[in-house]
């Protein structure tokens, strides 16, 4: 108890629960610590409750456990990986990471470049399709909606060979752009999905309004729709970046230049030049690979979750 806590005693809540609380000895007001309803709320979990939590304890150590060892390994060399494997480091081989960052620090910004470049236009680009069939009436609306939808059901590997042709009659071989734009329009068909559903469930009251005070089409769209719907465009980005980032066969078709290579192919490329028994700085370079992604979650997990549910619901 602090210093100036002169008595406890019992006394009534607003509900007539009963409450501990307690009177500086300056007088001032009576403070609650701690309602008995809210320890009773305590008290009562169930044997089904304590169960649950117990297990989920479990995931979340089973969970951090792979992690807390893929950092254990990175900063050891290969006698400690080999001789103390479910030790700690000791010493710490920092020079670990200095290899991996000189393995695929060029190829994390590639990736940043054309996965942060091909999500923002699919971003674009889907919610304005995505606006015009969810808010507009034109012959063939729906027979085309299908159409597109439909493509989901062609698995990626069937279209290697001819976009790989494509990309070679565009001169586009070994450019950034051989990556930007087949991501771009590869991911343009789940987020015209999402998308779509969203912006089909906004009220129509808003539109309306807008029109009434002279607002164009496209002012409507940016000024209402894509605030509102923050949540499922986030949701959209962080799919794709994910996605786009973690791509390996695609770039090692269509990319030759060490300089233009993306993280996923440098990974496989580093692993194979420093020998896959030397573990120490592999582990290094997959920390550092997966950084941008853990700041991506970091800011982006809130809408991220938001704009699942939301789409959920709402599709």
């Known amino acids: ?7 406890v005693r019992d006394g009534q809540g607003p509900e007539g629960a009963a409450t501990v609380v ?16 809210s320890a009773l709320a305590i008290l009562r979990l169930t044997g089904g409750q304590l169960l649950l939590y117990g297990v ?19 900063l050891k060399d290969n006698g400690q990986i080999y001789g103390r494997f ?18 695929i620090w060029r190829a994390v910004l590639n990736s940043i470049l054309t996965s942060g ?17 969810a ?16 493509l989901l059901m062609i698995p990626p590997i069937l279209t290697l060979i001819p976009a790989y042709v494509l990309i070679l009659n565009m001169g586009l071989e070994n450019t950034y752009w051989a990556l930007i734009l087949p991501w771009t329009s590869g991911g343009q068909v789940f987020a015209l999905l999402l998308c779509r559903s969203f912006f089909a469930t906004l009220p129509e009251e808003f539109f309306d309004a807008a029109r009434i005070d002279g607002a164009s089409e496209l002012q409507s769209f940016a000024q209402i729709a894509v605030p509102l719907s923050a949540p499922i465009l986030v949701t959209v980005a962080v799919v794709r970046l994910v996605t786009t980032y973690n791509q390996f066969m695609w770039p090692l078709v269509v990319i030759s230049s ?13 692993t194979s030049e420093i020998g896959v028994t030397d573990l120490g700085p592999q582990m ?14 970091s800011f982006g997990m809130r809408h991220y979750v938001r704009g699942l549910t939301a789409g959920g619901l709402k599709a």
Request: glycine fraction near 6%; charged fraction near 10%.
């Open 1 to 7: 108890m602090r210093p100036d806590m002169a008595t």
């Open 22 to 37: 307690v009177r500086g000895e300056s007088g001032s007001a009576d403070q609650p610590l701690l309602s008995s309803s």
């Open 56 to 74: 989920l304890l479990i995931l979340l150590i089973v969970t951090f456990i792979p992690i807390v060892y893929l950092i254990a390994l990175s």
């Open 86 to 103: 479910w030790s700690m480091p000791d010493p710490y081989r920092w020079e670990n990471f200095a290899l991996g960052s000189l393995a």
């Open 117 to 133: 470049t091909s999500t923002a236009a699919t971003v674009v680009l889907a919610s304005l399709s995505g606006y015009v069939f």
């Open 135 to 150: 808010r507009h009436r034109f012959p063939g609306k729906e027979l085309i909606y299908t159409g597109i939808l439909a």
């Open 258 to 270: 060490p300089k233009r290579q993306v993280v996923a192919v440098a990974l496989t490329q580093f």
């Open 284 to 297: 290094a370079g997959y920390i550092l690979a997966s950084i941008p992604l853990i700041v991506l979650f």
